[in-house]
């Protein structure tokens, strides 16, 4: 059985013909459905809502409450980013022979647990991290992954995969004595974010995701091997002239020779041409500030080396459809999903083919952003989502 709807001025009229949204009958996912439809309600429709309940049979007049309270409270959630703060305690963590990552924490020391996934991968966290969460709430633990950031030895890709990393992350759950914590990460992030997830479910407490990267040939060819040309070809054109006419039937291919050269000075051009045409193409509008990162060879080197070093290995999962392939391992938890329009990085048909086998999961789409997690729109989608968990977290308090 299906049935369709409309909304018409915040309230519902109950409508039949297929071409309709529909719910369906498994009702385990209608409540999320009906969450984000009770947001606009008035009074009087909800009255509607809960006749129409009633006469089609789903008994829960209790969850039906709790919808609507809850939808109250999320449409006061706080969408603003939270003031910069200071780490109130920081170390490093020798997690392999060759490898040490830099952690940070701050906010509550006492508060719900969260731990930030950095993008890239390489690309390291930053002091604006820390504001897309509560300090007063959050427990909040940034670390820089294997070879980026603080963490040394700087752009090792020795020992550098992702199954080395979901190790350093539960290392670093451990070492800090956190028996499970929310999960929150953008990107290349959120590719860690899912296989960390995956492999430990059960530590997890909340999911949230954003410009989602699932790590598939097709991903990889879009934006190395010309398809986001089409639409940034003067940014384009930088990165493609750096590979001589005779190596451009695989642009990662041949970056990944010069990344890795002898001679450093041939590495560090590769790491800014190919750092710039990642930074020119993050926001929908251009960004100066994100752009200079590119001539910071010191950023540049980690950050294009450990990503060339990834997409050649294709991610070190075992086939291209991996993550989507798990997803039932993680159906249970709580999970957002924010998708900028025009990600041009990180297009939207990885996060639809995620929201499709994961639809249990809110799907945000942000109509006028790009890629970046600082593009405002994108920003405020990630705050209310972190307030949501956070509002969830503490009605289940006893």
């Given at each position: 059985m299906s049935l369709g709807f409309k909304l018409v001025s915040k309230s519902i009229t109950l409508?039949?013909?297929?071409s309709l949204p529909t719910i369906p009958s498994s009702f385990?996912?209608?409540?999320?459905?009906?969450?984000?439809?009770?947001?606009?309600?008035t009074s009087s429709g909800k009255k509607k809502l809960s006749s129409w309940v009633q006469r089609v049979g789903y008994k829960t007049e209790t969850l039906l409450s709790d919808i609507m309270e809850s939808g109250k409270e999320i449409q006061e959630l706080n969408r603003n980013l939270y003031p910069d703060i200071e780490p109130y305690s920081t170390g490093f963590l020798k997690v392999s022979d060759v490898h040490t990552i830099y952690w940070e924490q701050s906010g509550n020391p006492s508060g719900r647990p969260v731990v930030f996934l950095h993008g890239g991968p390489g690309g390291g966290t930053s002091p604006s991290n820390r504001r897309f969460f509560d300090p007063e709430f959050y427990?909040?633990?940034?670390?820089?992954?294997?070879?980026?950031g603080k963490s040394t030895p700087h752009a090792c890709l020795e020992e550098n995969t992702t199954w080395d990393?979901?190790?350093d992350i539960e290392k670093l759950r451990e070492h800090l004595e956190i028996?499970?914590?929310q999960v929150f990460g953008g990107s290349w992030g959120s590719t860690l974010a899912l296989a960390y997830s995956q492999s430990h479910p059960d530590k997890v407490t909340g999911l949230v995701l954003r410009g989602i990267f699932l790590l598939r040939k097709k991903e990889i060819d879009w934006f190395y091997e010309g398809g986001a040309a089409a639409i940034y070809p003067d940014a384009w054109e930088p990165f493609r002239d750096l590979i001589p006419e005779s190596e451009r039937e695989s642009f990662v291919t041949a970056y990944h020779k010069r990344l890795n050269s002898d001679d450093l000075e041939t590495q560090y051009a590769a790491a800014r041409a190919w750092t710039k045409w990642e930074m020119m193409t993050a926001h929908l509008l251009p960004n100066e500030e994100n752009i200079k990162k590119g001539d910071d060879d010191t950023f540049s080197l980690a950050f294009a080396r450990i990503e060339n070093h990834y997409f050649v290995n294709k991610g070190f999962f075992p086939s291209d459809s991996?993550?989507?392939?798990?997803?039932?391992k993680i159906r249970h938890i709580n999970t957002t999903?924010?998708?900028?329009?025009?990600?041009?990085?990180?297009?939207?048909?990885?996060?639809?083919?995620?929201?499709?086998?994961?639809?249990?999961?809110?799907?945000?789409?942000?109509?006028?952003?790009?890629?970046?997690?600082?593009?405002?729109?994108?920003a405020a989608e990630l705050v209310a989502a972190n307030e949501k968990l956070k509002t969830l977290a503490k009605k289940s308090e006893p």
């Amino acid at each position: 059985m299906s049935l369709g709807f409309k909304l018409v001025s915040k309230s519902i009229t109950l409508l039949t013909p297929s071409s309709l949204p529909t719910i369906p009958s498994s009702f385990p996912h209608f409540p999320r459905s009906l969450l984000s439809v009770a947001n606009n309600f008035t009074s009087s429709g909800k009255k509607k809502l809960s006749s129409w309940v009633q006469r089609v049979g789903y008994k829960t007049e209790t969850l039906l409450s709790d919808i609507m309270e809850s939808g109250k409270e999320i449409q006061e959630l706080n969408r603003n980013l939270y003031p910069d703060i200071e780490p109130y305690s920081t170390g490093f963590l020798k997690v392999s022979d060759v490898h040490t990552i830099y952690w940070e924490q701050s906010g509550n020391p006492s508060g719900r647990p969260v731990v930030f996934l950095h993008g890239g991968p390489g690309g390291g966290t930053s002091p604006s991290n820390r504001r897309f969460f509560d300090p007063e709430f959050y427990r909040i633990i940034l670390f820089d992954q294997r070879g980026a950031g603080k963490s040394t030895p700087h752009a090792c890709l020795e020992e550098n995969t992702t199954w080395d990393l979901i190790d350093d992350i539960e290392k670093l759950r451990e070492h800090l004595e956190i028996p499970e914590w929310q999960v929150f990460g953008g990107s290349w992030g959120s590719t860690l974010a899912l296989a960390y997830s995956q492999s430990h479910p059960d530590k997890v407490t909340g999911l949230v995701l954003r410009g989602i990267f699932l790590l598939r040939k097709k991903e990889i060819d879009w934006f190395y091997e010309g398809g986001a040309a089409a639409i940034y070809p003067d940014a384009w054109e930088p990165f493609r002239d750096l590979i001589p006419e005779s190596e451009r039937e695989s642009f990662v291919t041949a970056y990944h020779k010069r990344l890795n050269s002898d001679d450093l000075e041939t590495q560090y051009a590769a790491a800014r041409a190919w750092t710039k045409w990642e930074m020119m193409t993050a926001h929908l509008l251009p960004n100066e500030e994100n752009i200079k990162k590119g001539d910071d060879d010191t950023f540049s080197l980690a950050f294009a080396r450990i990503e060339n070093h990834y997409f050649v290995n294709k991610g070190f999962f075992p086939s291209d459809s991996f993550l989507l392939d798990e997803v039932d391992k993680i159906r249970h938890i709580n999970t957002t999903i924010v998708q900028g329009r025009y990600d041009v990085c990180c297009p939207m048909m990885s996060a639809w083919d995620l929201h499709k086998a994961f639809p249990e999961a809110d799907f945000k789409v942000v109509p006028d952003a790009g890629h970046s997690a600082n593009e405002p729109g994108i920003a405020a989608e990630l705050v209310a989502a972190n307030e949501k968990l956070k509002t969830l977290a503490k009605k289940s308090e006893p």
